[in-house]
Nanobody
């Protein structure tokens, strides 16, 4: 049993900032790579940022220099700091984690809404 719980979404003006958090809870598993995805209306779900357990990161070109992903392994939590937000960033943001127990399984959060107004 694993649950990913997200927080931090909301409404913000263009140019503002938000910090998303996602905490994984459960027993008898290890967490590998964690990531943030987003999906805007009419679009496919896209990878925003990814971070390995050791801290190696990569970002979508559209958010490089504006977003930063980080994690706290002791808390099984991943964060996404979003700065200089644009209306194009408006989407549902989903937390993803690779869970390791009997092989690797990809687990998803419920999604949190981010709306950036002009």
């Amino acid at each position: 049993q694993v649950q990913l719980v997200e927080s931090g979404g909301g409404l913000v003006q263009a140019g503002g900032s938000l910090r998303l958090s996602c905490a994984a809870s459960g027993s008898s598993f290890s967490i590998g790579t964690m990531a943030w995805y987003r999906q805007a209306p009419g679009n496919q779900r896209e990878l925003v940022a990814r971070i390995t357990r050791g801290g190696s990161t990569n970002y979508a070109d559209s958010v490089k220099g504006r977003f930063a992903i980080s994690r706290d392994n002791a808390k099984n939590t991943v964060y996404l700091q979003m700065n200089s937000l644009k209306p194009e960033d408006t989407a549902v943001y989903y937390c993803n984690a690779d869970l390791i127990r009997n092989g690797v399984i990809s687990s998803w959060g419920q999604g949190t809404h981010v709306t950036v107004s002009s």
